[in-house]
């Protein structure tokens, strides 16, 4: 057991035990409570003391306060090193400002959280504007890559595969899914009407009719591109696809929407969610045991 100490944000239990176990790093514990006026009480049980923490979160949005007073406590409790685990990396949507007056969330959330710990660690970050996430984070992030799980587990799963990717952003990712699977892929155009409406376009798929379609992606959020792809297959012959996605945001009746045109859908577990069959704890676990 290395000297590592995990502390996991409330919902983020079980997967912070999955860590720990694949790491062989110590599993601390978090009393969070309110107070009569509705303050946060936040207390460690675990001695953080010249050691380094890592701090599990993929919920900051509502738990930005308690990862505040975490970060803040551990470090003044003598940690050698506070890391943020983000499994999904919130707030890289809104990049830049589209209309007049809009905040540019994704920056100001990296100021914020580049003042808290001395480095990130996350899976597959949702980047569009930046190239990398040191464009918008002060500290050292690394960014580690569920692609090779992915491939891994359509090789396993389905025969035959046909990988589709969600957009050309994407073709070099699904490049690398599909040469792990052993399978061919292309990829869609996609242009998305709204925050919920897209439109896809599928290239000639002729030559692979008969092979068992994979559609992936990096997120599913209203999972409309998912639904979308799966009925444009639907209509060009093919069985109704697996779906594999990397971030099970899935917002209100989302998965329902997404099972209901898929054979299967499954998703990693960086956000806890039912779909969840691929996961990447020993992936998050081996790069903390080889941080500088």
Same mark, same amino acid.
């Given at each position: ?58 919920? +900051? ?8 007073? +975490? ?17 999904? @990396? ?58 090779? @799980?992915?491939?891994?587990? %359509? ?8 990988? %589709? ?11 690398? %899914? ?15 009407t709204g925050d919920r ?74 956000? +806890?969610?039912?779909?969840?069959? %691929?996961?990447?704890?020993? @992936? ?7 941080l500088p």
């Open positions: 057991m290395t000297n590592r100490l995990v502390l996991p944000l409330p919902g983020s239990e079980v997967f912070a035990e999955r860590l720990a176990t694949a790491g062989g790093f110590e599993l601390g514990a978090l009393e969070s409570r309110r107070f009569p006026d509705g303050e946060r009480y936040l207390r460690i049980h675990a001695d953080p003391g010249d050691r380094p923490v890592d701090i599990l979160c993929s919920n +900051a949005d509502e738990q930005f306060l308690s990862l505040a007073f +975490a970060a803040d406590a551990v470090r003044d409790l003598g940690a050698s090193e506070v890391t943020l685990v983000a499994p999904y @990396l919130g707030y890289m949507r809104q990049d830049a400002r589209f209309n007049p007056g809009e905040a540019v969330t994704s920056r100001t959330f990296a100021r914020l959280v580049s003042s808290l710990v001395d480095r990130l660690v996350t899976v597959d970050p949702h980047l569009h504007r930046f190239t990398a996430l040191e464009e918008l984070y002060d500290i050292p992030c690394t960014v580690l890559r569920s692609a090779p @799980l992915i491939g891994d587990w %359509i090789a396993r799963e389905a025969s035959a595969p046909l990988v %589709i990717g969600p957009d050309a952003e994407s073709e070099q990712w699904a490049a690398e %899914i599909a040469a792990r699977a052993g399978a061919p892929y292309v990829v869609l155009a996609k242009r998305r409406e897209v439109e896809v376009t599928l290239p000639d798929l002729a030559m692979h009719h008969g092979r068992q379609a994979v559609l992936v992606d990096d997120i599913a959020s209203s999972g409309r591109t998912l639904a979308a792809a799966s009925q444009a297959l639907r209509d060009r012959g093919f069985s109704f696809p697996l779906c594999v996605v990397v971030h099970a945001v899935f917002a209100e009746g989302a998965y329902a929407d997404v099972s209901a045109a898929a054979a299967r859908t499954v998703s990693t577990d960086t956000l +806890a969610h039912e779909s969840n069959a %691929i996961t990447v704890a020993p @992936l998050i676990a081996g790069a903390l045991a080889n």
